[in-house]
């Protein structure tokens, strides 16, 4: 069922007067400094050694549905 012309620009008059309302309340929040979150051991940084190495399996196997202690259990596909 097509809308008539006349339908047509009284949706898009609406349309742009939600919009302008929208935008004039969306300029009068006043935003807020950026922050960031800075930690100490940040494990994206570069590390070396076992250390690194361990703490990124503790958190591959934490992330895993299933595993054991040292392996994490899955089937082609289900994860």
Known sequence: ???EEKEV???QKETKKLLDKFSAA???IKSGEEW????D???RKEKEGKACNEE???IML???PQHDEDFI???KKSW
């Not at 960031?36 to 930690?39: A, D, E, L, M, Q």
């Open 26 to 28: 969306l300029s009068s």
């Open 41 to 43: 051991n940040d494990r």
């Open 9 to 11: 620009q009284e949706l």
């Open 36 to 39: 960031n979150i800075v930690r």
């Open 1 to 3: 069922m097509p809308l």
């Open 62 to 64: 934490e992330n895993a």
């Open 56 to 58: 990124f399996r503790k």
């Open 73 to 75: 259990i899955a089937e």
